[in-house]
């Protein structure tokens, strides 16, 4: 049985293979002019800079993959090394502790800028989970890790809220306008905006629990 099975996914992963080589042989044909095509219905998308329009909006599913991805990654690290438990200890002391102080209330309201500045200018979901990540994972080398049994207990539904808010947006739209996620002109702003909200605290929340799950703590004195 065990024989069959191999040979199975054996088949399935040279069919797959086949099909990729097929695909990538078949001559390329001339398409339209992208940057122009982006340029022409940038007024439509709810934002005004390139990148945001394309990833939040004309090629959307994009970034729904990349968060997908993030889980998936999650999934396999939760599976070799669980979430250390609190030590519940005194913050450290130290230039770290100072550090801290100082720092985290700047890289929480950084991220949040960055955020928000993602419709007009270099910035978005992931740079500012990415910082936002940075303060949690700092937070906790400077003693701070007594939101770990929280952590722990909500780690799923929490890290799932971005993609399950751009699937609630996919669903709508698709219903609405019969395309997955083609974002009406005139919410678009407001729904890339939600996307990005959520996005933004599964992405950080993902990046901290990726931390932890390499058991860089374990070794930290309490």
């Known amino acids: ?42 007024g439509d998308s709810g934002v005004s800079h390139p990148v945001t329009a394309v990833l939040l909006n004309f090629r959307g599913y994009d970034t729904l993959l990349e968060l997908v991805v993030l889980l998936v990654a999650l999934a396999g690290v939760r599976c070799l090394a669980p979430l250390p438990p609190p030590r519940g200890g005194a913050p450290v002391g130290g230039v770290l502790s100072e550090l801290a102080s100082l720092l985290l ?28 990540a940075a303060a949690g994972i700092l937070a906790l080398l400077a003693g701070r890790d007594r939101f770990l049994w929280r952590f722990e207990h909500r780690l799923w539904p929490l890290a799932s809220l971005g993609v399950g808010v751009f699937l609630i947006v996919a669903a ?5 306008s019969g395309v997955l996620l083609g974002l009406p002109p005139g919410h678009a702003g407001t729904l890339i905006l939600v996307i990005e909200g959520f996005a933004l605290f599964s992405i950080a929340v993902t990046l901290v629990a990726l931390f932890l799950g390499t058991g860089e703590l374990e070794d930290r004195e309490p």
């Open 1 to 42: 049985m065990k024989r069959a099975g191999s040979a199975v996914l054996a088949l399935v992963l040279a069919g797959l293979a086949a099909l990729m080589a097929w695909i990538v042989t078949r001559p390329v044909q001339p398409g339209r002019d992208v940057p122009a095509h982006i340029a022409g219905s940038i």
């Open 105 to 132: 209330p700047v890289l929480v309201l950084v991220a949040l800028y960055l955020l928000w500045a993602g419709a007009s200018r270099p910035g978005g979901a992931f740079q500012g989970g990415a910082l936002l």
């Open 172 to 176: 709508g739209t698709l219903g609405g």
